[in-house]
């Protein structure tokens, strides 16, 4: 079992920054691939972001690529998600999720584990 708690989101203006962490609960969170996925209102949970379990392997959806960079501190069985240069269309509800295995992937239903999620809000 896993437990996640994101943290950090909140309202930020255009161009603006934030970092959302994820803490995790258990011993085992170095065998965990990680993601962040969004979800807008009246949209379809999307990816946004994915890091290997040993960290050095990411991933991240066209949309965000150049602006967000993810991270984790297994130490801290903590991931990252640092969010730069943000724009109106960032704002959504931003979840963690977890996933037995070295890999990552852009998959929602290959997650077990969840979030509750932090809202990020952009303001144009």
């Known amino acids: 079992q896993v437990q996640l708690v994101e943290s950090g989101g909140g309202l930020v203006q255009a161009g603006g920054s934030l970092r959302l962490s994820c803490a995790a609960s258990?011993?085992?969170?170095?065998?965990?691939?990680m993601g962040w996925f969004r979800q807008a209102p009246g949209k379809e949970r999307e990816f946004v972001a994915g890091?290997?379990?040993?960290?050095?392997?990411?991933y991240y959806a066209d949309s965000v690529k150049g602006r967000f960079t993810i991270s984790r501190d297994n130490t801290k069985t903590t991931v990252y998600l640092q969010m730069n240069s943000l724009k109106p269309e960032d704002t959504a509800v931003y979840y963690c999720?977890?996933?037995?295995?070295?890999?990552?992937?852009?998959?929602?239903?290959?997650?077990?584990?969840w979030g509750q999620g932090t809202q990020v809000t952009v303001s144009s």
């Open positions: 999720a977890a996933r037995p295995g070295q890999r990552y992937t852009a998959r929602t239903y290959e997650y077990d584990y």
């Open positions: 890091i290997g379990w040993g960290g050095l392997s990411t």
């Open positions: 258990g011993r085992t969170f170095s065998s965990y691939a």
